[in-house]
């Protein structure tokens, strides 16, 4: 059971570059999320699915789009990257609201 | 004041010790509480879920106090495998689908 996969795993970016990162997951649920994690800090927010076709800003949704294409796939896109955009990305996904959230591997992100 | 408050650390125990960790939350609407273990590098993991009525799980045990807003995570007999950071997560009905974090608390484990 894959659960949630992300790619890719490791990407650098010129600055002004635009990239999609992509994520699915097999274990049929509703909600789906992603997040940005800085050295030394906590899980934020960027967006959220809480269902098949919504979508809803979390946190930090400057500078990304995002896509819940079916039930299984919920993508985040950078239009124009920037240097603050480098992170760790984590795609996850729950049953629903209040079930427990699964995370896929991560993105490393380098913008430069 | 954040939503979910946790004492960074670091915590330095020795092996065998007991630790406890705690996080406040300021939401009262909050239904559903977790957590999770991220290892550097990785990706947060369940822990466990954490009960009105406290549970259990093997060395683990997670307490609830509505009254207070606060959850707790006790740690017997710390393993060095213990050493990660440790996340609480609350979750309100109100905010369908939003999860809110704490930043962790950094436990090491030396022998």
């Known amino acids: 059971n894959a659960g949630v996969t992300q790619t890719p795993k490791f990407q650098v970016l010129k600055t002004g570059q635009s990239m999609t990162l992509q994520c699915a997951q097999d274990?049929?649920?509703?909600?789906m999320y992603w997040y940005r994690q800085d050295p030394g800090m906590g899980l934020r927010l960027i967006y959220y699915?809480?269902?098949?076709?919504?979508?809803d800003k979390g946190e930090v949704p400057n500078g990304y789009n995002v896509s819940r294409l079916n039930k299984r796939e919920f993508s985040l896109r950078l239009e124009s990257a920037a240097p603050s955009q480098t992170s760790v990305y984590f795609c996850?996904?729950?049953?629903?609201?209040?079930?427990?959230?699964?995370f896929g591997e991560g993105s490393w992100l380098t913008v430069v | 004041r954040k939503e979910v408050e946790q004492d960074p650390g670091p915590f330095n125990v020795p092996e065998g010790a007991t630790v406890a960790f705690n996080c406040t939350y300021s939401?009262?609407?909050?239904?559903?509480f977790f957590w999770y273990r991220q290892d550097c590098r990785k990706e947060p993991k369940l822990l466990m879920s954490?009960?009105?009525s406290g549970n259990e799980d093997g060395r683990f045990t997670a307490q609830l106090n509505r009254a207070s807003q606060y959850i707790s995570l006790l740690i017997r007999d710390s393993k060095l495998s213990d050493s990660a950071t440790y996340l609480c997560?609350?979750?309100?009905?109100?905010?369908?689908?939003?999860?809110?974090f704490g930043d962790g608390t950094t436990l090491t484990v030396k022998p």
């Open positions: 996850a996904s729950s049953e629903s609201g209040l079930d427990t959230i699964y």
């Open positions: 274990m049929n649920h509703n909600s």
């Open positions: 699915s809480a269902s098949e076709g919504t979508t």
């Open positions: 939401n009262s609407a909050s239904q559903s």
């Open positions: 954490v009960y009105s």
């Open positions: 997560v609350v979750k309100a009905n109100t905010n369908a689908g939003k999860s809110t």
